[in-house]
């Protein structure tokens, strides 16, 4: 049944940024951002500190002012809605818990300020405190609780008031690593449960991942990516998102003609790029685990299948993982790759080693522009 509200949800549009930016002086911090964000989605805004994530969740919230742009809910601008009447919950990374205030009185502060009678309040806290699971805690102070339970009255008090969409700052970023990960399936069991819409924002991409339905990637105050987790790993839009989220090969050709390259002298099969100019520069990009690396005398037993290239390589480092092996290879044309090792029973590859590197032409994606900062990893960053 719930997964029905859900399918019908996610089609329809909650909020809208149009053309939003935000200047400090002449300093850009948002950047003509345009999203559409789904009734009923966890959405994440994942970069690197200082892309725009918190300064666009704060323009959402009420809390800053777009420089220009509009935001828009259910088609009705909200650019002149004070924050508290905007119909949205907030969550930051410090709890921000009223210290003097028990966990009962916490929770039901935001509705105190809405004036709400004493019965319908002990209501609703009492509810909440249940989803939270911290019943037992309503007499205590802040301090006497942990960082994980204080976080919790901090989403407890954000969405006793009903809130219909939740902004969440990077919640869990003071927690460690166990705590942050039980959160985050509270969070993700909250969400289902309640079918709100969450808007949260991470620099951690593996957070990003296991919460996310999709996922903004921020960089230099634009939305470079925007996708399920599983399509921007699978099919990054660019090769800033494939170097951000995971590890990535480029390798640089120059197109000879449609569906095929030239790699360091040597012919590699592409796939069909629209736009791809004959003799133009364009970077293939392969993750780890879609290449391989076969001895001489493994490459000579497998020929190398239809739809796939192979490049001769040098073995640098190795690296056994049980199952498989990641080995550093450089080309013969110097450049550095990451791929899977074929392990051969019980003969690892050593340093020193010739390989082939081989990847099926399908699993390469093909970038004709791009910046060269863009292929090192931590870009994105002010
Ligand atoms: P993120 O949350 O992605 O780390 P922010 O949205 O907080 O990034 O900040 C984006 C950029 O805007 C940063 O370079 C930051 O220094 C700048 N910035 C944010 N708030 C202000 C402010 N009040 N005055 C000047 N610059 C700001
Ligand atoms: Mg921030």
């Known amino acids: 049944m719930s997964a029905v509200i859900k399918d019908d949800a996610r089609n329809k549009t909650l909020v809208s940024l149009r053309g939003l930016n935000k200047h400090y002086g002449d300093f850009t911090a948002v950047d003509n951002l345009d999203l559409e964000i789904q009734d009923g989605e966890f959405l994440t805004f994942l970069g690197s500190s200082g892309s725009g994530k918190s300064t666009t969740l704060s323009m959402l919230a009420g809390f800053e002012t777009p420089s220009s742009g509009e935001i828009l809910v259910e088609g009705q601008s909200l650019v002149n809605v004070p924050p508290h009447k905007r119909d949205i919950g907030m969550v930051f990374q410090r709890y921000s818990l009223f210290p003097h205030l028990n966990v009962?009185?916490?929770?039901?502060?935001?509705?105190?300020?809405?004036?709400?009678?004493?019965?319908?309040?002990?209501?609703?806290?009492?509810?909440?405190?249940?989803?939270?699971?911290?019943?037992?805690?309503?007499?205590?102070?802040?301090?006497?609780m942990s960082g994980g339970q204080q976080?919790?009255?901090?989403?407890?008090?954000?969405?006793?008031?009903?809130?219909?969409?939740?902004?969440?700052d990077e919640p869990l970023g003071a927690l460690?690593?166990?705590?942050?990960?039980?959160?985050?399936?509270?969070?993700?069991?909250?969400?289902?449960?309640?079918?709100?819409?969450?808007?949260?924002?991470?620099?951690?991409?593996?957070?990003?991942?296991?919460?996310?339905?999709?996922i903004a990637i921020f960089s230099h105050g634009k939305i470079v990516g925007l996708g399920t987790g599983y399509d921007l790993y699978q099919n990054p839009p660019n090769a800033f998102v494939a170097s951000f989220l995971g590890n990535s090969n480029?390798?640089?050709?120059?197109?000879?003609?449609?569906?095929?390259?030239?790699?360091?002298?040597?012919?590699?099969?592409?796939?069909?790029?629209?736009?791809?100019?004959?003799?133009?520069?364009?970077?293939?990009?392969?993750?780890?685990?879609?290449?391989?690396?076969l001895t001489a005398e493994q490459a000579t037993r497998e020929p190398l299948p239809g739809g796939w290239n192979e490049v001769s390589a040098t073995v640098g480092e190795v690296l056994f993982l049980g199952e498989s092996q990641t080995c550093h290879v450089v080309t013969q044309g110097g450049t550095e790759l990451t791929v899977k090792a074929l392990s051969a029973a019980g003969m690892p590859m050593q340093p020193g080693d010739k390989v082939k590197v081989r990847w099926a032409v399908a699993d390469a994606c093909i970038y004709t522009e791009w910046a060269e900062s863009d292929l090192s990893k931590g870009a994105g960053a002010h």
């Open 104 to 144: 009962r009185d916490n929770i039901g502060f935001p509705l105190a300020i809405r004036k709400l009678g004493a019965s319908e309040t002990a209501k609703r806290v009492d509810a909440m405190l249940k989803l939270v699971q911290l019943e037992k805690f309503a007499h205590r102070k802040p301090s006497q």
């Open 151 to 168: 976080q919790r009255v901090a989403i407890a008090r954000a969405l006793v008031y009903e809130p219909r969409i939740l902004l969440m």
């Open 176 to 214: 460690d690593k166990k705590l942050r990960e039980d959160l985050q399936d509270e969070l993700r069991q909250l969400h289902r449960r309640l079918g709100i819409t969450i808007v949260y924002v991470t620099h951690d991409q593996e957070e990003a991942m296991r919460l996310s339905q999709r």
């Open 250 to 293: 480029f390798l640089r050709i120059q197109a000879n003609g449609n569906g095929a390259g030239s790699f360091e002298g040597q012919p590699v099969a592409i796939r069909l790029t629209p736009g791809l100019a004959n003799g133009q520069d364009a970077l293939i990009m392969v993750r780890p685990e879609k290449a391989l690396a």
